[in-house]
DNA sequence: AAATCTGCTTGATATTTGTCAAGCGAGCTT
DNA sequence: AAGCTCGCTTGACAAATATCAAGCAGATTT
């Protein structure tokens, strides 16, 4: 008993250690120089390690959003549920990614989104106080940051563009080509909602494209 | 001769000298404590007034977006134009906002988007090395950076959010309750591409609006 | 194995929005 | 004053998308 719980408490800690060095692993990719182990010593002390299951809640409506987390590995949903019900999915969070309401997170609003998980997913959490400590002492981390954050900027922008000038097939395309990723793991009623087209509109455009693929070969 | 060419000038450095105070006064604005006199010259240091007339360019398609710019007064629209010719509303620029094509200003790829003003505009513009050298230097302007980048976010989030969730004539509802001023300076057509419909629908959803208005009185 | 559920598809029809064409009033130019 | 552009409206019709209802295959539960 002992023996076996020892063993279970060894995975975890092998499991934190990958969490972290991914993390390590992002934050070198965005700089020229590499960070030391010293400085990273402080990013891992600000981040606590946290698995959420498949359909579990990271964030429910109402509450403050008091966590914002890196995800290391896994793909959760941002979501919003209106009067009749229906969910309508703002962002996808995937490796490498913040996921947050990071309006509650500043302003300790309550949030008027739900996250959860769309299959299991590894977090690196922390707070705001944490955070600004972090990135007032760690150069790295602080240029992470601002990379990540540009990084949203972008893709924010580029959503828009697409939702005022495309038409939903050309959402979906366009999609295709920008996060293919999304297309192979997450089902297609919430690619649908992210699209903002009904499940059964997706149906028929995807028919629609393998169609044309198919005539044009 | 002379003398009205030096009156211009003094008209011109008042002038300029508002800009800055307005500046100065969405940086305390932001903060609880005062910036400095000695802290607010960095500031100024950093930026050139420029005023860019209506219907002139700030940035074109295809340019690389250089300037970051402060808005002081006045309305610009950023926008791409697409294969017919369609103009694509992304955003507007109104004052105590940045304007520029950030993807462009911090990747120094060429933008998709041109910028234009909708009426007579003050800026403060300032380039990426200053921004990030004034950053560093003064406390109170990288507060007021962080505050316009977590506007900024918000608000992209909630346009997402209108588009995927709201009808044409919910969105319009919405853009009245949040951005009343949009609705009284920018023109109707303007505003239909922003929303993501045709002037047409727009008009009509007004004029639907209106009797709803009516009716209910 | 039967029953249920989930994710997706399909068809018929309704609703929303776009397109094209015309018109109208206000302000501007000549 | 005549003519013109601009911003907006309106109507008739077309296209895109939503809605409602049904079905179906594969996974999961009982």
Redesign the interface.
């Known amino acids: 008993m002992h023996f076996l719980f020892l063993l279970e408490l060894k995975k975890l800690l092998i499991n934190h250690h990958l969490m972290y060095e991914q993390l390590r692993a992002y934050i070198n990719n965005g700089t020229s120089s590499i960070i030391s182990d010293e400085e990273f010593k402080l990013v891992e002390q600000a981040f606590t390690p946290k698995i959420i299951k498949k359909k579990q809640f990271l964030l429910h409506e109402g509450m403050v959003c008091k966590y914002m987390s890196f995800i290391v590995k896994g793909t959760m949903r941002q979501y919003?549920i209106?009067q009749k019900g229906?969910e309508?999915?703002?962002?996808f969070g995937i490796e490498n990614w913040w996921i947050s309401d990071?309006?509650s997170f500043?302003n300790l609003t309550p949030t008027k989104y739900c996250i959860d998980a769309l299959e299991d997913t590894e977090l690196l959490v922390t707070t705001n106080e944490k955070l600004i400590n972090l990135r007032a002492t760690s150069v790295h981390f602080n240029k992470m940051c601002q990379n990540l954050?540009?990084k949203?900027?972008?893709a924010?922008?580029e959503?828009?563009?697409a939702?005022?000038?495309y038409t939903a097939e050309e959402r979906f395309l366009h999609l295709m080509n920008t996060y293919p990723v999304f297309i192979q793991r997450i089902p297609q009623a919430m690619l649908a909602?992210?699209?903002?087209i009904t499940p059964e509109t997706l149906s028929r455009i995807r028919k629609q494209v393998t169609l044309q693929n198919k005539s044009s070969r």
């Open positions: 919003t209106d229906n309508h999915i703002v962002r990071r309006d500043i954050d540009e949203h900027f972008s924010s922008q959503r828009i563009q939702m005022i000038s909602s992210y699209l903002g």
